[in-house]
């Protein structure tokens, strides 16, 4: 999934990366499930995620 969002991203002139960071999050009820979830999107801004919808 995290490549299909990379690509598309590619498509756009947005450069997408992966990150792990600490915390929880709504993702942990869907992951628990089998659940392919992508979480935690936004832009990465001087060191803190500015959370944006989508």
């Given at each position: 999934m995290?490549?299909?969002i990379q690509q598309?991203?590619?498509q756009i002139g947005v450069q997408?990366?992966?990150v792990a960071t600490g915390g929880?999050?709504?993702a942990s009820f869907t992951s628990v499930m089998d659940v392919a979830t992508i979480d935690g999107?936004?832009?990465l801004v001087e060191g803190h995620i500015?959370?944006?919808n989508i």
């Open positions: 995290f490549q299909l598309t991203g590619e997408v990366t992966e929880s999050s709504d999107m936004g832009l500015v959370r944006t």
